[in-house]
């Protein structure tokens, strides 16, 4: 079945340090790519999106681009701040049925002035 | 515009016991689900519904069960409460090609 592989966290990062967090993906077909960012005590919000390859997701700073050929959608950011403290999840919608979002493991991000 | 609503925010139950988790928006969505959220394990899907009156089961939906009688509701019901089920719980709904939107969660604790 489908599947998303986040990079281990957690992440501790300064201020105006640069940010990658690494995700791959297994699916059939073609899929739709996402990153949410989750605050404490809310729900997930939608943070980025790609539809189709080569696509590029930009959002708050944050950019990540769909690579059909390394099956990858990698979070980058150029200078985190405080505020951007998080956890991160990258997830899959498959194009078909009931299109279901296939999550990974969420990566928490602490952002230390 | 309340978007995704659920309640209550926090539940303890003990074992054998049952409650029903309530999720209900205002967005017309036509897809809802149900996702729990264990730590460093990311969410997996319980049950979802691509419409009044239709559900299905999603990757871990034993010891649940839902209905969707109304557009709008999405109840989640747990008939004998266990401790593998103490988790967040999260309701969450969109519609067409629209992204999903996420209701603020249940923490349940099962002692």
């Known amino acids: 079945g489908d599947s998303v592989t986040q990079m281990e966290g957690p992440v501790t990062l300064s201020e105006e340090a640069f940010l990658t967090i690494n995700c791959t993906y297994t699916?059939?077909?073609?899929?739709?790519l996402f990153w949410y960012v989750q605050y404490p005590g809310e729900g997930l919000q939608l943070l980025l999106k790609?539809?189709?390859?080569?696509d590029k997701g930009s959002n708050k700073g944050f950019e990540a681009t769909y690579r059909k050929e390394t099956t990858s959608f990698h979070l980058e950011k150029g200078s985190v701040q405080v505020s951007d403290s998080a956890v991160y999840f990258c997830?899959?919608?498959?194009?078909?049925?009931?299109?279901?979002?296939?999550f990974g493991q969420g990566t928490r991000l602490t952002i230390n002035p | 515009n309340a978007g995704v609503t659920q309640t209550p925010k926090f539940r303890i139950l003990k074992i054998g016991q049952s409650m029903t988790l309530q999720c209900t928006q205002d967005?017309?969505?036509?897809?809802m689900y149900w996702y729990r959220q264990d730590p460093g394990m990311g969410l997996k899907l319980i049950y979802y519904?691509?419409?009044?009156?239709?559900?299905d089961k999603g990757e871990v939906p034993n010891g649940y069960n839902v209905s969707r009688s109304t557009t709008e509701d999405f109840p989640l019901r747990l008939e004998l409460a266990a401790p593998s089920q103490t988790s967040v719980y999260f309701c969450?709904?969109?519609?067409?090609?629209?992204?999903?939107?996420f209701g603020n969660g249940t923490r349940l604790t099962v002692t």
């Open positions: 997830a899959l919608r498959d194009i078909q049925g009931a299109q279901k979002l296939v």
């Open positions: 699916a059939t077909g073609y899929p739709s």
């Open positions: 519904s691509v419409g009044a009156g239709i559900t």
């Open positions: 969450a709904g969109r519609d067409g090609v629209s992204p999903l939107h």
């Open positions: 967005m017309n969505h036509n897809y």
């Open positions: 790609a539809t189709k390859a080569d």
